[in-house]
T-cell receptor, first 109, second 115 residues
């Protein structure tokens, strides 16, 4: 799997958009970008994934740069319940995922 | 959808004892994964089953660890004998399709403490 780099922590004000960056400069053509999050004391939760195009679902939006070397996960209106560790993973099959350190997002009132 | 069910939620045992962790994947899912999470090493993939067959066990730390999947609705991870360094949260995850873009669904884990 391609290596990913994420900031270790970020803060966001409640109600504002949270933009979580991820660098994956060694990504190969058949590798997808996956985002998961882990809320304290729970198992990781799938958020979204994409290959080239930007993606949006009920939880978040994923913006992938044209050269695919980086991406941004956007939580449009962060709530306190979005406080979690967010993992960016690059993988070509979507199954044997390797989790890095992630970004610890703290949403503050 | 009951989700992935793991039992027990918490397990405390003494060094040298056998420990068995259990997982019931989501009905219809044909891939199952065991992960371990510690503060030092983060989330590590231990073993991956597809259609009840172990596909990759390269993450299993040593022979004290073994995993089985006797049928599509049940898997176990056994540690014998257990050691204090095995203390961690163990997660089970399942998905539909071994090579698809289908997301993994994780259980809420078993917190193992070995004293």
């Amino acid at each position: 799997d391609a290596k990913t780099t994420q900031p270790p922590s970020m803060d966001c004000a409640e109600g504002r958009a949270a933009n979580l960056p991820c660098n994956h400069s060694t990504i190969s053509g058949n590798e997808y970008v996956y985002w998961y999050r882990q809320i304290h004391s729970q198992g990781p939760q799938y958020i979204i994934h994409g290959l080239k195009n930007n993606e949006t679902n009920e939880m978040a939006s994923l913006i992938i740069t044209e050269d695919r070397k980086s991406s941004t996960l956007i939580l449009p209106h962060a709530t306190l319940r979005d406080t979690a560790v967010y993992y960016c993973i690059v993988n070509n099959a979507g199954n044997m995922l390797t989790f890095g350190g992630g970004t610890r997002l703290m949403v503050k009132p | 959808d009951a989700g992935v069910i793991q039992s027990p939620r918490h397990e405390v045992t003494e060094m040298g004892q056998e420990v068995t962790l259990r997982c019931k994947p989501i009905s219809g899912h044909n891939s199952l994964f065991w992960y371990r999470q510690t503060m030092m090493r983060g989330l590590e993939l231990l073993i991956y089953f597809n259609n009840n067959v172990p596909i990759d066990d390269s993450g299993m730390p040593e022979d004290r660890f073994s995993a089985k999947m006797p049928n599509a609705s049940f898997s176990t991870l056994k540690i014998q004998p257990s050691e204090p360094r095995d203390s961690a949260v163990y997660f089970c995850a399942s998905s539909l399709g071994g090579q698809g873009r289908i997301p993994l669904h994780f259980g809420n884990g078993t917190r193992l403490t070995v004293t």
